[in-house]
């Protein structure tokens, strides 16, 4: 980006889902434990929880509400272990969201 100068229609969206992101784990009051948005892949953002050493995929800006629900069941269940929180198939075609812990 330069200042001074428009963003483009890619920019836009991706502004736009990041803002989707945080209005979801604002929801699922994660706001205080994301500490990075990654927006590198607008089919792959990732969230860094980095209190809880864990690295989130959510794929795309998709169905955002429910896979916050199973991001925190997910961190529920597995305190104390650093790793990654997978949300980023298909919720509605029999995807399992899912926990990879570090080795």
Do not use: W
């Not at 330069?2 to 979801?24: C, F, H, M, W, Y």
């Not at 929880?49 to 794929?59: A, C, F, I, Q, W």
């Amino acid at each position: 980006m330069n200042p001074g100068s428009r963003l483009n229609t890619e920019d836009l969206q991706k502004l736009e889902d990041v803002i989707k992101i945080i209005d979801a784990t604002n929801e699922a009051e994660l706001n205080g434990k994301v500490t990075s948005i990654d927006i590198t892949d607008k089919n792959e953002y990732s969230i860094y929880l980095s209190e809880d050493k864990k690295e989130v995929h959510l794929g795309d800006a998709n169905n955002l509400s429910n896979k916050m629900l199973y991001v925190m069941a997910i961190l529920e269940d597995e305190q104390g272990k650093e790793g990654e929180i997978f949300v980023n198939g298909d919720l509605n075609n029999k995807f399992n969201p899912y926990f990879r812990e570090k080795v």
